[in-house]
């Protein structure tokens, strides 16, 4: 099963800027028996995890962050850019491995002590995903895990995010 997701993933060099390799899902979740591949993979890591939110980082968290919510009959909460959410917010800033940017969430989005399930597409250098737990943890939450369709092992992300006590699960590794 691994094989056949990992095939349908297509990397594009020097993207966003030269020296980078991106790592395409587009070709992957446009095939519907890929995209439920790893929407399964999701569900059947967390089905038994009790969680109450799903937080999908933007944008492509969002993809399989509310089909996941979905199946295990969580809310959704979406971790966005500045300036895109219409009521009061918390932000948290970050660097990439191409510069730095925040996200935010909703200051009410999470009642205290709810289990958050933290989702994106990727996991790189680590930086969005522990501004996201960040973030969580600052409305009391409990971050459960942070869980990624792909890593990059050579950039290290999953030891900034481990460091602060949040257990790591990704699908494919390259």
């Not at 996991?123 to 990624?148: M, N, P, Q």
């Amino acid at each position: 099963m691994l094989t056949s997701v990992k095939d349908k993933i297509r990397t594009i060099p020097d993207y966003p800027k030269k020296g980078i390799l991106f790592f395409d899902i587009t070709t992957a979740i446009k095939d519907a028996e890929t995209l439920n591949k790893m929407i399964d993979f999701l569900y059947n890591t967390f089905k038994d995890k009790n969680i109450d939110y799903v937080a999908g980082i933007e944008s492509r968290g969002f993809i399989f962050g509310a089909p996941l919510a979905c199946k295990l009959n969580a809310g959704f909460i979406p971790v966005r850019k500045p300036n895109k959410l219409p009521a009061k917010t918390i932000s948290e800033s970050y660097e990439l491995e191409y510069g730095t940017d925040s996200i935010e969430i909703h200051e009410d989005a999470i009642e205290p002590g709810k289990r958050v399930l933290v989702v994106d597409d990727l996991l790189a250098t680590g930086g969005t995903a522990a501004a996201a737990c960040k973030l969580l943890k600052k409305v009391g939450s409990e971050v459960v895990s942070a869980a990624f369709i792909i890593e990059l092992d050579e950039l290290n992300g999953r030891k900034k995010i481990e460091d602060t006590g949040i257990e790591v699960v990704s699908m494919l590794k390259f």
